[in-house]
């Protein structure tokens, strides 16, 4: 079964860095297109990027483009999400998924205070 253990969240001042990590176990990793997620406090869950299986191909929301990277290494079984010039509305709870499965991690926590 599928099994997702997010972890790299934390508290960061305004324009900082964090680095996600996402160990996914219990299917064909390197065969599925993964995704990070995000939820605010009163707020739906949202689609930050998504990474295809080969890693070839990633998207973004509007509001994280050119500041998140999404990538992945197939052979350890990992998706990463590099968050650079982060900002106070970027402070949510980060989960990663498999694009095709319904299966959620516990997620990390992510806030952008001063």
């Known amino acids: 079964q599928v099994q997702l253990v997010e972890s790299g969240g934390g508290l960061v001042q305004p324009g900082g860095s964090l680095r996600l990590s996402c160990a996914a176990s219990?299917?064909?990793?390197?065969?599925?297109?993964m995704g990070w997620y995000r939820q605010a406090p009163g707020k739906e869950r949202e689609r930050v990027a998504t990474?295809?299986?080969?890693?070839?191909?990633?998207t973004y929301a509007d509001s994280v483009k050119g500041r998140f990277t999404i990538s992945r290494d197939n052979a350890k079984n990992m998706v990463y999400l590099q968050m650079n010039s982060l900002k106070p509305e970027d402070t949510a709870v980060y989960y990663c998924?498999?694009?095709?499965?319904?299966?959620w991690g516990q997620g990390t926590q992510v806030t952008v205070s001063s």
């Open positions: 998924k498999v694009i095709s499965s319904t299966t």
């Open positions: 219990g299917f064909t990793f390197s065969g599925l297109a």
């Open positions: 990474i295809t299986g080969s890693g070839s191909t990633t």
